[in-house]
């Protein structure tokens, strides 16, 4: 074969010479459109990855595989030029530029095929989304458009709930449209993602919208039964603190002082709230009704806080004043165990000298009520005080554990 080829090569045109040429260029082709094919396939994969999953970084680990099918490709088409002269002219084309044309190619397929049995997995994922996107947009799209055209012919068109998620329909649509001329896969199918979460809030807005009316009513009746009770509770107030003056030191009480109008501020606010909500609720505006009624419960609540802080600190004090040692009791029970999980865990070096000082600190407070009036109200703060440090010392030795 050797011999042969020699003599294709003599410098003469001569028909073997042609036949030659011819099945170099076909062995040559045949390596460079298998290599082709094998690229072809392996970046539209990537180009979908890049579009849909650009995070995975899948360009820059193609590009030097690319490269490589690019130098075998360049490599490729100088010779065909060159066989192509040769067949014009009976020049010699060296057999061993073609193997290793043939090689390079070769080389270069095998990469790709590496490249992409590597990735098997997340290209074909990525062609897959890639090429669901367009119908993705359109499903969408169609799915946005009707539930606008339901909202805009329905009865609760008004709805401030209604209107609001209907907003952000139509800017979903824009940013959508904007998303499918301008950006790519990724882009279009994130903003295609957020406008079908914008869709579905709009169609449970129209869904809850026809039981606003019944639950606007209710939760004003709710709310009217609760502010009669408040003001009940807000009552016993003046009393209560008659009681603290009478009955205890007056730093015991110096803080509730104001509670008393504190409370019915919050009161009348309340009332102010509900009237207003009486009105939306008979204009058919539910949601306003709703709106209003809980604004009306969080001065409630504030009014009761005020209210209870006075007859919970009566009942308080009147409990301590019956056991002052009870709390004591309890807070050196806390120390104890403290102490014990110091020893158990070895800190007595580090903590024993600070969980002494807490004991001397409980007689102190202790030995503090003394006269026709104590101050009850500052032994309770001080045990409290006391007692929330050593569960800060309990949590920093169980730390020191760890």
């Known amino acids: 074969m050797a011999g042969r080829r020699r003599g294709w090569f003599g410098g003469q045109r001569s028909a073997r010479n042609d036949e030659w040429v011819q099945q170099a260029r076909q062995t040559l082709t045949a390596a460079f459109l298998d290599m082709d094919r094998r690229q072809s396939i392996a970046e539209a994969a990537v180009a979908a990855s890049a579009q849909v999953f650009p995070e995975r970084g899948m360009s820059a680990r193609w590009e030097p595989i690319r490269a490589r099918c690019y130098d075998a490709a360049g490599v490729y088409l100088a010779l065909t030029e060159r ?5 014009r002219t009976g020049g010699t084309v060296p057999q061993q530029e073609i193997d290793a044309s043939i090689r390079r190619l070769g080389d270069a397929a095998r990469g790709v095929d590496d490249f992409y049995r590597g990735e098997q997995a997340h290209l074909e994922h990525a062609v897959a989304v ?25 009865a609760y068109a008004g709805y401030p709930s209604v209107r609001q998620c209907a907003r952000a329909v139509d800017e979903g649509l824009v940013t959508l449209e904007a998303a499918v001329a301008r950006a790519g896969a ?59 003056l009478r009955e205890f030191n007056a730093a015991s009480s110096a803080d509730l002082a104001n509670n008393e109008r504190e409370a019915h501020r919050e ?27 809980t604004s009306a419960r969080g001065h409630l609540a504030s009014a009761e806080e005020q209210a209870d802080a006075v007859t919970d600190r009566l009942a308080l004090l009147r ?18 165990d403290a102490q014990m999980l110091a020893v158990n865990q ?11 000082a807490q004991s001397d600190r409980l007689e102190r407070v202790s030995s503090g009520l003394v006269g026709r009036h104590p ?28």
Not at 83 to 87: G, N
Not at 131 to 154: K, N
Not at 215 to 236: C, D, F, I, Q
Not at 346 to 356: Q, T
């Open 267 to 293: 009161i009348e606010a309340a009332a102010a709230e509900l009237t207003r909500a009486r009105a939306t609720l008979q204009q058919d505006d539910p949601e306003q009704t709703l709106d209003l009624t």
């Open 346 to 356: 070895g800190l007595v070096a580090e903590w024993g000298s600070v969980l002494d």
């Open 83 to 87: 066989l192509d002269q040769a067949e």
């Open 130 to 154: 890639y090429g669901t996107v367009p119908q993705l947009v359109a499903q969408v799209r169609a799915a946005a458009v009707s539930a606008r055209q339901a909202a805009d012919a329905s």
């Open 375 to 402: 101050d009850y109200w500052a032994y309770v703060t001080e045990l409290e005080a006391i007692t929330a440090f050593i569960a800060g010392v309990v949590d920093r030795m169980r730390n020191t554990e760890k």
């Open 186 to 244: 990724g882009v279009v199918r994130e903003a295609a993602s957020n406008l079908e979460g914008r869709t579905r809030g709009l169609s449970r807005a129209l869904e809850d919208a026809p039981g606003k009316q019944h639950s606007a009513t209710t939760a004003l009746a709710s709310a009217g039964t609760r502010l009669s009770a408040a003001r009940h509770r807000v009552e016993r107030v003046p009393p209560a603190l008659s009681a603290l």
């Open 319 to 336: 409990e301590v004043r019956a056991n002052p040692q009870d709390q004591a009791k309890a807070v050196r029970f806390k120390l104890r």
